[in-house]
């Protein structure tokens, strides 16, 4: 593997129990549990990716769990992102809703313009129990916003690595 060219910093927010920490496992190590393991504080792991043949970046991904109100942490959670996953559900449609309320609050809480991909989480169970939420309005919403709308299962891995490959991209062609 190439020697990472970049260095950036990728969080991963949006209401609790939408699958945060399971995209980030799934990314990581290609690992995924049901089995609902609470975040505490906030996390990160790396991980050097291979965005383009020969071309890498190493990738910090910060991970927030349910202590979000406070403050101080999330100053310092916030501080120097490169790019954001803005995470909802598609079985709760009450999380896009607070998804919303995440991305303003980031888009205040940091300083300079960064790429944002909205992701809907959770694909494998629309089959099972329909479309819950109508899928123009993430794909209205993402379009608003100036950034793009992804679909992903943690648990089937569809779409995940897609969708931290397209933010690193974007990262790329911003901050390079
Ligand atoms: P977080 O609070 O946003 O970090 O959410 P977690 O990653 O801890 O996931 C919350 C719950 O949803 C756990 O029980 C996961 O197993 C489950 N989960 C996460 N992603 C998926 C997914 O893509 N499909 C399904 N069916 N369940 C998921
Ligand atoms: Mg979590």
Redesign the pocket.
């Known amino acids: 593997m190439s020697e990472p060219v970049y260095t950036f910093k990728l969080i991963?927010i949006?209401?609790?129990?939408?699958?945060?920490?399971?995209?980030?496992?799934?990314f990581v190590e290609n690992k995924?549990?049901?089995?609902?393991?609470?975040?505490i504080g906030v996390d990160f792991m790396t991980k050097t990716l291979d965005y383009e043949p020969g071309k890498s970046a190493k990738l910090t991904l910060w991970?927030i769990?349910?202590q979000e109100r406070f403050k101080v942490l999330r100053r310092s959670f916030y501080e120097g992102t490169n790019g954001a996953l803005v995470?909802f559900?598609l079985?709760r449609a009450n999380t896009f809703t607070k998804m919303k309320e995440w991305l303003s609050d980031a888009r205040q809480s940091i300083e300079r313009d960064f790429p944002v991909i909205i992701i809907g989480?959770?694909?494998?169970?629309i089959p099972e129990i329909g479309e819950i939420i109508d899928r123009k309005e993430p794909l209205q919403f993402a379009q608003a916003e100036n950034c793009i709308y992804i679909e992903?299962?943690?648990?089937?891995g569809?779409n995940v690595d897609n969708a931290f490959l397209d933010l690193t991209r974007k990262m790329v062609d911003k901050f390079s």
């Not at 995924?32 to 975040?39: G, P, V, W």
């Open positions: 991963v949006g209401p609790a129990a939408v699958g945060k920490s399971s995209l980030i496992r799934r995924f549990s049901l089995h609902y393991k609470f975040t991970d769990g349910g995470v559900d079985s989480n959770k694909s494998d169970l992903t299962s943690a648990k089937t569809d």
